[in-house]
């Protein structure tokens, strides 16, 4: 029976880890670096790798003290391997990889969790590739999982930990619980606090509501935990307090902690109820399953604060505990983003599994959920087929002429024949009351967004990146005599990352020009990459051809080298740059860029 078990567990493990190689790991490298953020992660990974420094996060010249370092780490131990630049020329394998891996370990965690510990009335076999293809088919977790930043990570990292805690708990042996307080440590260097409060809501909340909490408790033993948490994770905050002092302390807890969830930061006010919205689109196209999991697992909720139950079928308890505290914690957060609910998904996708389990046998419940999610498919299918309509709204000024190349690249076409198809395929199942409807449909969506998703990579980045890495590749050609490089108009760090300069970011304002006149004299910035030669008679321009037709622009000297999508590059001399920052100065315009955090993304 052991063996057989065992067996059992391999094969579900394996399916697992084949279906999350195809959602995150395929294709990885096959498309550039997305602007804005992620350039600045795989830069500052890149120079941690290059220049030995791997103590601070610093790119374009600048401390970038936005985040812990275990994103920038794992980045740069990829960027570190032999004949990188040769296996990774694009650089980016090495800088989405860590997303990628931490979801993929998180989705053979939730895997064996449910294999481990079949909750009540459960499918040992199915339910948990079902909870795992929950989560690895969120659309948020697709998109963020093969994005360069910390977001998806931490989920990996926080979810783990999360998992292990009940693991702990609803386990009968006297192993001592450290990988769970590991894990967090780890969140904890991915993200920051943030990690620690989401774990201490969680499984507090959790113990709350048990009657044996006190021997719950002390199977995750919080006292050593806690010191492993913080052995891990306090030495690097230490030493770069020591290090860098009140820079290091004001931008990462005042700005990037503090200020970010008590004020509005980069314009990212949304209203409290902003997560019940992103809740609906992060389960899509189950999300009805999700309600009926959680409304499921508050009615054990209910019944575990009032009387004892075994810990073992608590899982759903715990999830429902999980979601609510990430939740709460995020809508009173003055900055709201999409990629905060993403530690909630995991939850979310367990919650989906529960209703799963107890959906088995056809009911009025199970009758109206299906007949929900066929409408919401139906509903995808229609907003394609009409796609004309909302097509003629898309204005993105970086990509001019999206609208037509997603015509031409038959992305539309593709899409309509997905979701009618998956629409059909539904109806159809449900017709013949197929008992694993929900599996078969998530086999198909798990086909079907490898078959949408990759065109779509590909058409983003010729349309948006390519132009980016052309003007990069011509920067490095012809740049004279180590020229000063600046960006006006539209800001894209990916411009640094690709030509590996130090990059000026101004707006298209007059102010922004005088800025530039003023920076190339006092802002005297260089790093292990590039020191530029801030005395040479020339420097190097690009602008987006919005920019270039503003008159305090165009009307300065310049030589044309190149230009590319939506991008100039020019050659232009300080000497003219110097006499119409002039011009404007004595005109009563002034610089300011002393007066705001310069370049801050």
């Not at 009335?121 to 690895?136: C, K, W, Y």
């Not at 300080?574 to 370049?599: A, C, F, Q, T």
């Amino acid at each position: 029976m052991i063996l057989l078990d065992s067996k059992k567990r391999f094969i579900t493990l394996l399916i697992v880890l084949v279906s999350g190689i195809i959602i995150f790991i395929l294709g990885l490298g096959t498309t550039g670096l997305v602007d804005e953020t992620p350039p600045l992660f795989a830069a500052a990974a890149r120079a941690m790798s290059e220049s030995g420094d791997w103590l601070t996060p610093k790119v374009n010249g600048m401390f970038r003290f936005d985040k812990p370092p275990l994103i920038y780490w794992l980045m740069g131990f990829f960027y570190s391997l032999p004949k990188n630049e040769i296996w990774d020329s694009l650089g980016t394998l090495s800088a989405r990889l860590p997303s990628a891996l931490g979801s993929l370990f998180l989705m053979l965690m939730i895997g064996d969790t449910l294999f481990c510990w079949p909750q009540k009335g459960d499918r040992q076999f199915l339910t948990p590739i079902v909870a795992s293809l929950g989560f690895a088919l969120s659309p948020l977790i697709i998109i963020w999982s093969r994005t360069a930043v910390s977001d998806a990570l931490l989920t990996g990292t926080l979810g783990i930990s999360l998992l292990l805690f009940w693991r702990r708990m609803a386990s009968d042996n006297n192993d001592q619980c450290i990988s769970a307080w590991v894990f967090l440590g780890l969140a904890i260097l991915t993200k920051g606090p943030v990690a620690l409060i989401l774990a201490t809501l969680t499984v507090t909340s959790f113990l709350f509501i048990q009657k044996d909490w006190k021997s719950l408790l002390g199977k995750i033993n919080p006292k050593k935990g806690f010191f492993i948490t913080t052995l891990i994770s306090v030495p690097w905050y230490f030493l770069e307090l020591i290090k860098e002092g009140k820079p290091f302390w004001e931008n990462f807890f005042g700005y990037h902690n503090f200020q970010r969830y008590t004020s509005v930061v980069n314009n990212h006010a949304e209203p409290f109820w902003f997560f019940l919205y992103i809740m609906i689109l992060a389960s899509l196209p189950f999300t009805p399953f999700l309600y009926d999991g959680i409304f499921r697992a508050f009615k054990d909720f209910l019944k575990s604060s009032k009387e004892s139950c075994n810990v073992t079928e608590t899982l759903y308890t715990y999830s429902l505990c999980w979601l609510v505290s990430v939740l709460i914690f995020f809508s009173i957060s003055a900055t709201k983003l999409p990629s905060y609910w993403l530690p909630a998904i995991p939850a979310a996708a367990i919650l989906i599994s529960n209703s799963f389990v107890n959906l088995k046998n056809s009911n009025k419940s199970y009758l109206y959920l299906w007949i929900f999610n066929i409408l919401i498919l139906f509903g995808l299918s229609i907003a394609f087929f009409f796609s004309n309509i909302w097509l003629s709204t898309i204005n993105d000024p970086e990509m001019p002429n999206l609208v037509s190349e997603l015509i031409l690249s038959g992305i539309i076409f593709k899409a309509k024949l997905l979701f009618s198809s998956f629409t059909i395929l539904a109806i159809i199942l449900f017709s013949f009351k197929v008992k694993n409807i929900f599996l078969y449909l998530q086999i198909f969506f798990l086909i079907g967004q490898s078959f949408l998703m990759s065109p779509i990579r590909k058409l983003a980045d010729t349309s948006r990146q390519l132009p980016l890495r052309n003007i990069s590749k011509l920067i490095l050609d012809i740049r004279e005599g180590k020229e000063t490089l600046a960006m006006i108009g539209i800001r894209k760090p990916s411009l640094h990352y690709y030509s590996r300069q130090i990059v000026f970011y101004e707006p298209n304002t007059k102010e922004g020009l005088i800025n530039l006149s003023d920076r190339l004299n006092t802002d005297r910035r260089e790093n292990y990459e590039d020191q530029p030669d801030y005395e040479y008679k020339s420097l190097l321009v690009v602008i987006d051809q919005y920019s270039s037709r503003e008159q305090h622009w165009s009307n300065i000297k310049h030589q044309k080298l190149g230009v590319y999508g939506i991008y100039n590059l020019w050659r232009i001399q300080k000497s003219d740059l110097r006499k119409y920052s002039e011009l404007l100065v004595n005109s009563g315009y002034k610089s300011d860029w002393k007066n705001r955090n310069v370049e801050k993304f």
